[in-house]
């Protein structure tokens, strides 16, 4: 099982990006989807998370600015984030609850996001 993380880039504080992160492989079944971020010298944090039934929980500093969603059929969790702020760069993660051979957590490779002007 693959996680593939796409969709960072550098913009401007105030600006858009989607986040995109495919799951491939073994599959059976995907329990939930989401992502995490991870700041230099900070600890990896949730961002969002979307469970199987489509109920979703937020950090509350992306409340009202992220919004994460899902494609069960692709296999695919995206992350729609706006009005980016300096303090939201960091190098974004996904992770699912899949279950396969091996059932658990799984993790992407991460991909970074730079708001800077």
């Known amino acids: 099982v693959q996680l593939q993380a796409s969709g960072g880039g550098l913009v401007q504080p105030g600006g858009s990006l989607r986040l995109s992160c495919a799951a491939s492989?073994?599959?059976?079944?995907?329990?939930?989807m989401g992502w995490y971020r991870q700041a230099p010298g900070k600890q990896r944090e949730l961002v969002a998370r979307?469970?199987?039934?489509?109920?979703?929980n937020y950090a509350d500093s992306v409340k009202g600015r992220f919004t994460i969603s899902r494609d069960s059929a692709k296999n695919t969790v995206y992350l729609q984030m706006s009005s980016l702020k300096p303090e939201d760069t960091a190098v974004y993660y996904c992770n699912a609850e899949i279950r396969s051979v091996y059932t658990g957590y799984y993790w992407g490779q991460g991909t970074q996001v730079t708001v800077s002007s």
């Open positions: 492989g073994s599959i059976v079944s995907i329990n939930n």
């Open positions: 979307i469970f199987s039934g489509g109920r979703t």
